[in-house]
């Protein structure tokens, strides 16, 4: 088989068989294949697209490429969640108490995060004592004593696609449907869950800037998963402003800690229950959504859910979660009358970062407490104080307070509200479906 003759198929716009598919994938991830001729089959990939059959393939050649997770030492339905990134997704924290308090095991790996996104490991580090590299028995013993456990991931998940995803990167073929759907399956696939939950955030704050675009990933990725005998969800949600209030590590884990008390901002605590019961119905614990979610509520209600997450923290070494103050913090008053019409996630996440509380290259160091709290949603009248700056570098502060006034956009009127959760896709008999949110139906 030779590299040249799979390029110039691709670019005549044929489909590629399995073993054209794998022999690219193995020969690329052992540096048999050189850049050039990778870069050739991306564009050509780019231009003439891949059937589904190509795609399923694609995603298995690449999810083999490295280490897979085997988690079927430990019982029961074990769900994974994924979010497409975000500002202020705090997310994880709340879902993996709230689920594994209905029996449900979250044995999840997470990363860290990487320019305006957070991850949610550095999240949990920002916890005083909490350890997020437990070894495996350690980790797998945490799972069956309490239900869960994060972890940092430290193996060699799909290699294939850590190379494809940085020539992507720099020969225009990162935005590609299939492309994408196929590299973040890749890894959701080796890291051995039952079952899993896409939270595709779509918007300015977003990988993904239009509803149509993240519909049709969304719906690429659920039909992967489908296609690979794991049920797998998603779910589509706006980041056209920072999820809750705090953006930065310790601040969102207070925050989660709130919302798993039933004190919450509303969009975030509306989330988390969307997604837990999205996975509540994948184990196969309710029949639908809206009977778990009201079960969901209850968890919180009656002080449940906040006592796992409390177990969970204790389990894993976490001595307290208040947020510390760090040694400077400044609030950001906004003189202007009108609404709020835009909060610009993405500028939003560079802030935080910019005050330490995230990298710009794998190597940097975070200031666990360093971040923003805001004080307004898109809809609330403008005037006042819009935030308060979290850093222990007192040199950033005036930089950072004259990017946040300019994030935030005012109008004279009202702007229309925004939707929190647009929609969701599922597999429905033999199609996939995206099936649009009703607002209102679970209050
Ligand atoms: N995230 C990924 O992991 N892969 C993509 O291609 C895009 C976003």
Redesign the pocket.
Known sequence: MRMYDIILAKRQGKELTNEEIDFFIKGYTEGTIPDYQASALLMAIFLKDMTEREIVEMTRAMMDSGDKIDLSAIEGFKADKHS?GGVGDKTSLVIAPLVASFGVPMAKMSGRGLGHTGGTVDKLESIPGFSTELSKEDFFHQVAQIGLSIISQTTNIAPADKKL?ALRDVTAT?DHPA??AS??MS?KLAAGSDGIMLDVKVGDGA?LKTLDEAKQVAKLMVMIGEGMNKPTRAILTNMDQPLGFTVGNSLEVEEARATLKGQGPKDLSELCLELSAGILVMAQKFTDPVTAYQALRDKITSGQALQKFDEWIKAQGGTGYEFKAPLFSQDVILNKEGYISRIQAQAIGEIASLLGAGRLTMEDSIDPSAGIRLYKKVGDPAGGRIATLYTDNEQVLVEAETRLLEAFEVTPQAPRQLPLIYGFVHQADEDIVFERYEKGEKS
């Open positions: 497409t995803y990162i492309m994408i590299s973040i890894k990988f």
